[in-house]
């Protein structure tokens, strides 16, 4: 059989090129890597060479032919032994390798793939009906009940410092693969305190002080992660994980996808994030909507102290990177914490942290505190509102956001971070697909200001989210 | 040129100062000394917020190398940044009114402590991310010899920045460019409460850029004589174009990290040492009274004027109107 030789693409979107030169004629003799003939397309030129070796028996494509397509055969190679007459069957099978223009009407091939999720899609959300775990469809299927959390019946005070604490302490008793690594976390006890006692505990092999080098132990984590070991990564605060967000993201979330499911990558990364007081543009953001557009990862904010210990073990052992976005100002505050070594709570469920009938409040983090006292202030302008601590970002519990929509048929979320493509416009977004004929207002978003965060203190007030704020929109939302 | 590791530790001794330079580094030093303090004192008045990091205890570092360019050369720096503003000639009022977050601060209240930037004077900041100001300073200097300008760029990191893998990243440019920036190395012998032996495999951090073929040296940087020789041939090296040039400058902070770091992971003789004999102002006031150069009393004048000149500066500070709240949506983009 003669060896067919095809027109070959200069890139993966090139579909169709010229035959500028043939370098060899019909019964040449061609060793593998020679240069038999050169293509063009607008943007480059290439040389074809053999990959076999033989006599050229035919040349199926004439040198100067324009559009001439990828992959259509240009001319045939004759093997040892092989003469001519051996083209005589093949050049009649083949004979549609000619100029393709109606070929290339017919299917643009590269560009066929993404029609389907951006001009076909039906009024449904592009991406919602199938790959979307976190939201089952629908309004009615939402209303499934979400599992019950445990109750516990012995409770502790304790500040959100201490809380983390002891999740890590507790799971580093318990699993021996479990270390701490960052930055001042052993022999200063962490930046802010929150490593205190682990290196006395644990020792200098399971909790390490790191140099500043973030995305080098960023990396490192990661990959000791994917042996096996379950890092929990301490940034002194979010701010600087932006050194790092490479490895957290192109390394920490898309390994597992990448390497089809062999490596996994049981690691936390947590610290302080959001706004902490006066310390400027460079070291007050949140940064919950960057992490939480990505798959690969589970972005929780905890709250209360007993959300921060319970969510902080489910972390430490999920078998995936987790994000886990603390708070700086809450540290020092404290809650009641069931005291039950047990104590665990489930990823990915949002808590109603106070019921209500005409409005819902969608908060994380430390906008959970302002809403409540916003809410606070609602009652006593006759106004019934629900509060939602989403204490999980990714995956966002939905069933629980819209069977309160539903009940209440108005939404106010509330973050510190910026407005654009932040977890409000997602939760709008959701709201908007499941409920839609439930909302009885549009869902309004209080947010930080949409501007680097300033330093002089009059400033900073005015740029983050006050309960003011979600009390005036909320009433908004009431048309009250 | 080929690396030199030169373990030279300057001293006074190779240096004939003049009168005039010496009362010039102790007014400059004295005045970032007391401008400091006086920062921390408004700090713990309230009037100051977030982090503010001081500089007590280096002042030779910049007064010196200050004096080794000219006010068309470029500084770029870290959040621990007082010191290189007063040495670079901005107004001590400017300085402190942007600590207490006010109107009429180099940044308009808007940047703080750790942010703020003179054009006029070539200082470009003011960064918060650790490591951070390395490759922009280089950038700085890529621009000079782009432009084809008889300039250089200082490029201050600290010990525990030279961890930073950007650093080294810069560190290649530069010398693969032939770039006119002097990274001149803070070496205050702790990244917070981290010290030099505990984050670096080596401590000889002038070595650093070896692998580079950057030339590289040690310096007393208590000694502002040691600073200023060191530093002009390390500047004569980039105007000569032959690129960068790394000067570790062997320092000590005496405050703690920050205003909230109470310093607990040194002893309190390491720092007492330092300050009775290693002090920057100390020493140059010994040149002074030894030379014959001024006595007590004239030293006191000096005492007095710049006292008096912070005193002024922290009275603008505290008056200085907050920034209208329109500047809230300021300087976000150009109008393009
Ligand atoms: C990327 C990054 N990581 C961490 C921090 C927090 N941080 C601020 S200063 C500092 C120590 C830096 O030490 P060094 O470079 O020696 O400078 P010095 O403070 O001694 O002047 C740390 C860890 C930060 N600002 N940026
Ligand atoms: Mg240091």
């Not at chain 1, 604490?165 to 699993?175: C, I, K, L, N, V």
């Not at chain 1, 379950?230 to 990448?258: C, R, W």
């Not at chain 2, 080929?2 to 004939?16: F, G, L, W």
Request: charged share 25%; net charge negative.
């Amino acid at each position: 059989m003669p060896i067919e030789v095809l027109m070959p693409a200069l890139s993966p979107t090139m579909t169709e090129g010229t035959l500028a030169k043939w370098n060899v004629k019909e019964g040449d003799t061609i060793a593998s890597g020679d240069v038999i003939a050169e293509i063009e397309t607008d943007k480059a030129t290439m040389e074809v060479e053999a990959v076999d070796e033989g006599t050229v028996g035919k040349i199926v494509i004439a040198e100067g032919t324009e559009n001439v397509a990828v992959n259509a055969v240009i001319a045939y190679i004759l093997e040892e032994g092989e003469d001519a007459s051996a083209l005589d069957n093949v050049s009649a099978s083949s004979g549609g390798a000619a100029p393709a223009a109606e070929e290339k009407t017919a299917a643009p091939a590269e560009e066929a793939a993404p029609a389907a999720s951006t001009a076909s899609a039906a009024p449904v959300a592009a991406s919602g009906a199938i790959e979307r775990s976190d939201a089952e469809p629908r309004a009615m299927s939402v209303m499934n009940a979400t599992q019950d959390e445990k109750t516990y019946t012995s409770f502790k005070t304790q500040t959100v410092r201490e809380a983390l604490r002891d999740a890590m302490a507790e799971e580093m008793r318990g699993d021996e693969n479990v270390f701490v690594m960052g930055e001042e976390v052993a022999q200063y006890q962490g930046a802010y305190k929150v490593t205190q006692g682990l290196l006395d505990e644990f020792g200098d092999r399971r909790v390490v002080d790191t140099p500043i080098t973030e995305i080098g132990f960023t990396g490192m984590a990661t990959g000791a992660a994917f042996m096996g070991l379950k890092p929990i990564v301490e940034f002194m605060t979010f701010n600087f994980a932006m050194q790092a967000i490479d490895h957290i993201i192109n390394s920490a979330a898309k390994t597992l996808y990448m390497s089809g499911g062999q490596l996994g990558c049981p690691i936390v990364f947590r610290g302080p994030n959001g706004a902490a007081a006066r310390v400027g543009a460079q070291h007050s953001q949140c940064y919950a909507s960057w992490y939480a557009h990505c798959p690969g990862l589970k972005v929780i904010a905890p709250w209360s102290a007993a959300d921060a210990k319970g969510l902080l073990k489910a972390a430490i052992r999920d078998p995936n990177p987790i994000v886990f976005l603390e708070n700086e100002i809450m540290y020092g505050q404290s809650f009641e914490v069931p005291d039950d070594d047990d104590f665990v709570l489930p990823i990915g469920q949002a808590k109603i942290e106070r019921e209500g009938t005409d409005v819902t409040i969608v908060a994380f983090s430390i906008m959970v505190g302002k809403a409540l006292k916003a809410a606070e202030q609602l009652a006593e302008q006759g106004i019934s509102a629900e509060v939602i601590n989403l204490r999980t970002i990714r995956p966002l519990d939905v069933n629980t956001i819209i069977r309160s929509v539903m009940k209440t048929n108005r939404l106010v979320t509330c973050e510190e971070g910026w407005h654009f493509a932040g977890i409000g416009s997602e939760i709008a977004s959701v709201v908007m697909e499941h409920a839609f004929d439930y909302l009885d207002a549009p869902v309004a978003r209080v947010t930080g200001e949409d501007v680097p965060m300033p330093y002089a203190a009059n400033l900073e007030a005015l740029a983050l989210p006050q309960e003011q704020h979600i009390v005036d929109a909320a009433k908004a939302v009431c048309y009250r | 040129m080929a690396t030199t590791k030169r373990k030279r530790a300057t001293t006074r001794a190779d240096n004939q100062a003049s009168s005039d330079d010496l009362l010039k580094y102790y007014r400059e030093m004295l005045l970032i000394r007391r401008f400091e303090e006086k920062a921390g004192q408004l700090y713990g008045m309230g009037l100051i917020g977030g982090f503010c990091h001081l500089y007590i205890g280096q002042e030779a570092v910049v007064v010196g190398m200050q004096s080794a360019i000219t006010g068309d050369d470029g500084v770029i720096t870290s959040y621990r940044d007082h010191g290189h503003m007063l040495a670079c000639g901005m107004d001590a009022g400017g300085v402190m009114a942007e600590l207490t977050g006010r109107e009429g601060g180099y940044s308009r209240g808007k940047g703080g402590s750790m942010h703020m930037f003179s054009k006029e004077k070539n200082f470009y900041g003011g960064h918060g991310i650790v490591g951070g100001q390395v490759p922009l300073g280089t950038g700085i200097a890529f621009n000079y010899k782009y432009r084809g300008e008889d300039r250089v760029c200082l490029t201050y990191l600290g010990d525990g920045a030279v961890n930073q893998g950007q650093v080294y990243e810069a560190f290649n440019m530069a010398a693969l460019w032939q770039l006119p920036v002097v990274y001149c190395i803070e070496n205050n012998q702790y990244a917070m409460g981290t010290s030099t032996q505990r984050h670096s495999s080596s401590p000889d951090l002038y070595q650093r850029g070896m692998a580079y073929g950057i030339p590289g040296e040690q310096v007393d940087g208590m000694d502002v004589l040691a600073v200023k020789e060191a530093g002009e041939r390390a500047v004569a090296h980039c105007r000569e174009g032959k690129g960068p040039y790394i000067l570790e400058l062997k320092t000590y902070r005496y405050r703690g990290h920050s205003m909230s770091d109470p310093a607990k992971y040194r002893t309190k003789d390491e720092l007492d040492k330092m300050r009775k004999e290693h002090d920057p102002i100390d020493m140059v006031k010994k040149l002074l009274i030894d030379g014959n150069i001024i006595d007590e009393a004239g030293l006191k004048d000096i005492d007095k004027e710049v006292k008096a000149e912070v005193a002024k500066a922290a009275e603008f500070a505290q008056n200085s109107p907050e920034p209208d709240v329109s500047e809230l949506f300021t300087d976000i983009l150009i109008d393009a």
